[in-house]
């Protein structure tokens, strides 16, 4: 089961981050997306069943980008037999149709090999829906932590490229 929240309508946000470059800005965004789900994951820790430790230490935060719709494009024109600059030509398209943006995901998962028999069970043992409940109780939470985090990150980030283009300057 994919719990997920979607957040739209930050304007100021984008005004933000567009301060940076596309790189900058999206560390701001992975670093702000970790630290506001450690909550889940430190509660999943927590709450996961322990035989060896494994499945507990196996639980851990990732950031993956979403809304490749360039990549996609550029895929389908390679295997349809283009050149790599029309099919370069056909990701810059579909990117600026897509109003070039991509989203991020984050997620918290169990890597062990054993991680979603201990979620969900199995035939003759039930699951303990550790990361479930972790998600659940700990999601408001995670939200608030976002937007601190994200203000926080942003301040961050403005006040070392400023000083940074300053020494430039002198």
């Known amino acids: 089961m994919k719990n997920s929240v979607k957040v739209s309508g930050l ?11 596309k790189s900058t800005a999206r560390g701001v965004m992975n670093r702000a997306l970790k630290k506001a789900a450690k909550p889940i994951a430190d509660q999943a820790k927590m709450d996961a069943p322990v035989d060896t430790g494994a ?6 935060i990732d950031v993956v ?3 490749g719709a360039g990549r996609s494009a550029f895929a389908r024109a390679m295997r349809s037999g283009a ?3 029309e099919a370069a030509a056909a990701a810059h398209a579909a990117n600026s149709a897509a109003g070039g943006q991509t989203q991020a995901e984050v997620r918290v998962a169990a890597q062990a090999p054993h991680a979603a028999f201990a979620e969900f069970g199995t035939r003759g043992k039930s699951g303990t829906m550790f990361l479930t409940a972790a998600m659940k109780s700990k999601q408001g939470a995670a939200l608030k932590t976002l937007g601190t985090e994200l203000a926080a990150e942003i301040d961050k980030t403005a006040r070392r490229v400023a000083a940074r283009q300053s020494r430039k300057t002198t």
């Not at 304007?11 to 470059?21: C, I, P, T, V």
């Not at 499945?55 to 851990?60: A, E, K, P, Q």
């Open 83 to 85: 050149s790599r600059a």
């Open 55 to 60: 499945l507990r230490d196996s639980i851990g």
């Open 11 to 21: 304007k100021e946000l984008d005004a933000a981050l567009a301060q940076f470059k």
């Open 65 to 67: 980008r979403t809304g």
